[in-house]
């Protein structure tokens, strides 16, 4: 990891609480009429969901990609690289998903998928973890193959992974959600071209450089979301599909557009700095309030459930966190965090340090 200054991790923080809202609204809402709110037709709610489509996972991923030390310098430090992300993602991957099967399942009498595709397939939003290990072991051992030339190799391959996204390659079965690991890796590699090329620096650092660079792509983004909305309501036959060049452009544009605007807002940078632990545990919390209000409250509107379950969905996995940061075990299978013994005054900012942990 480089060294990262206060406003620059504040901006990352934000960015990520950002994006952590973005996807507990989206499964707060639902992505079809079976899910969420069981929204049928042409309205708000579901104009919501299909325009932030090319921002909310590209986001995270694209912030993964920029934290993301792909750089190993010899065998035995891409054995720990690749020891370090599979006890971060691979453990609490296995674990929380076998925990939503078995929970989900009782509560929907529904055990008709066998156990073993959960961590062979995608399976409900931990497809993201899946791909996301394929990314940095593909990278990991890119890398360490191309040696001093790694800027290069990452350089040459953002537009053939551009490329392959359009194409839109489909595999059955999509092993280890490789198709979405495609899906996610031009923004995975955007984020990581930021880093090594040091664009943060010489850009984000000069401000008339970031100010110019944040208009044009805040145009570029304010056009293309224009264009998407044209397209949702049939103003025109524009390709903005999950992978179109279309869709492609907007997520890029948006991700630099938000990278360059240093934006820092408290409460989004309390949310980020637990994102991982929102992305993980979020749907357990939104789904039995769903039922607890669906018994208890029928007929509640909308946006009185959306606002409650919004709140619920971000603000639970972060108690949770601070219970599970209590004892190692626990940090370790459901967190992928390793917690040091600790004695004395150093006790008291055991839990501060474990919080602050995140996925690189």
């Not at 609480?17 to 989206?26: H, I």
């Not at 619920?312 to 996995?317: N, T």
Request: charged share 10%; net charge positive.
């Amino acid at each position: 990891m480089v060294t990262t200054s206060p406003r620059r991790d504040r901006h990352i923080e934000a960015l990520r609480g950002l994006a952590c809202v973005l996807l507990v609204a989206y499964h707060v809402i639902g992505n079809d009429p079976q899910h969420g709110m069981h929204i049928a037709g042409h309205n708000g709610w579901r104009l919501f969901t299909e325009l932030f489509i090319h921002i909310r996972m590209p986001l995270f991923s694209f912030l993964s990609g920029y934290v993301f030390q792909a750089y190993v310098a010899d065998r035995a430090a891409l054995s720990v690289a690749f020891g370090k992300k599979l006890r971060r993602i691979g453990i609490p991957f296995v674990v929380v998903s076998t925990l939503f099967y078995f929970c989900f399942g009782l509560i929907n009498h529904d055990f008709s998928q066998p156990i073993w595709q959960l961590y062979l397939l995608p399976y409900e939003h931990y497809w993201y973890l899946q791909a996301t290990m394929l990314m940095m072991a593909a990278l990991l051992t890119g890398n360490y193959i191309a040696g001093r030339h790694s800027r290069a190799f990452m350089t040459a391959l953002f537009p053939v992974a551009c490329a392959i996204f359009v194409a839109a390659p489909t595999f059955n079965p999509d092993l280890f959600a490789i198709g979405s690991a495609f899906y996610l890796l031009p923004y995975f590699l955007l984020g990581q071209l930021l880093r090594v090329w040091s664009l943060n620096a010489r850009i984000g650092d000069v401000p008339a450089r970031r100010r110019l660079v944040t208009a044009l792509f805040g145009q570029a983004v304010a056009v293309l979301f224009l264009l998407n909305l044209g397209q949702y309501e049939g103003w025109n036959g524009l390709n903005f599909a999950r992978q179109s060049t279309f869709g492609l452009l907007f997520g890029l544009a948006a991700c630099l557009f938000l990278f360059f605007s240093r934006l820092t807002w408290q409460p989004l940078e309390f949310v980020g700095g637990y994102s991982y632990t929102i992305y993980l545990f979020h749907v357990f919390f939104t789904a039995a309030l769903r039922k607890a209000l669906g018994t208890l409250l029928p007929g509640l509107p909308n946006g009185v459930y959306f606002a409650a379950a919004l709140v619920v969905g971000l603000g639970m996995p972060i108690l949770l966190h601070r219970l599970l940061v209590r004892t190692r075990w626990t940090a370790l299978l459901f967190l992928g965090i390793t917690l040091r013994p600790v004695s004395g005054a150093r006790a008291d900012g055991a839990d501060a340090k474990a919080e602050k942990a995140a996925t690189t």
